[in-house]
């Protein structure tokens, strides 16, 4: 396929995204790296502050209205498609670090969720991080709930006060 053609497709498929996607792709873009830097840089235990209250081995999905749900939706597709033109380390951490980031921004409650694979057949332990809002996985896969055995969950300091009450 010839570079004219790749990028006439890749227009055409940026056209039929919403206006909200294509504004925020750049930002989230940013995000992302900054996330990846952040993760090269910092032990966790200086990152873990920055993403919530941890709930503890809980996969917790934040109640949210439609609208929130709506919006959850739209950033973790405007995650994707930024994390799909990174030339750094834009794996599921720093794509959750993002939504993460975007949710707060735009006051959409989220949920990041750390797990580990439930049955590996060869014994190796995966992990893995997704985000959560109501019934949206922003991040990470909807099958994430299934698949995986949550071992944390990071939350906003309001939302964990409304959980633990």
């Known amino acids: 396929m010839s570079r004219t053609a790749i990028i006439a497709r890749k227009l055409a498929v940026a056209r039929r995204q919403p206006v ?6 750049a930002p989230a873009w940013a995000l992302i790296g900054l996330s990846s830097a952040v993760i090269a840089l910092l032990p966790f235990r200086r990152i873990a502050p920055w993403l919530g209250v941890n709930l503890g081995a809980t996969a917790h999905r934040p109640a949210a209205t439609p609208q929130q749900i709506a919006r959850a939706r739209l950033i973790g597709r405007t995650v994707s498609i930024a994390a799909s033109y990174a030339p750094f380390r834009s794996n599921c951490l720093p794509q959750a670090m993002a939504a993460k980031a975007l949710c707060a921004l735009w ?4 949920a990041i969720i750390f797990g580990i694979e439930r049955e590996r057949p060869t014994g190796e332990l995966t992990a893995h ?5 109501g019934d949206a996985v922003p ?3 909807a099958h994430c709930f ?8 990071f939350v906003p300091a ?6 633990q009450r």
């Not at 991080?129 to 809002?133: F, G, M, Q, V």
């Open 20 to 25: 909200f996607v294509l504004l925020w792709l």
């Open 107 to 110: 006051r959409v409650p989220c």
């Open 129 to 133: 991080a997704w985000t959560s809002c």
């Open 139 to 141: 991040t990470g896969g």
């Open 146 to 153: 299934a698949t995986h055995v949550p071992l944390s969950c």
């Open 158 to 163: 309001d939302e964990a006060a409304r959980v």
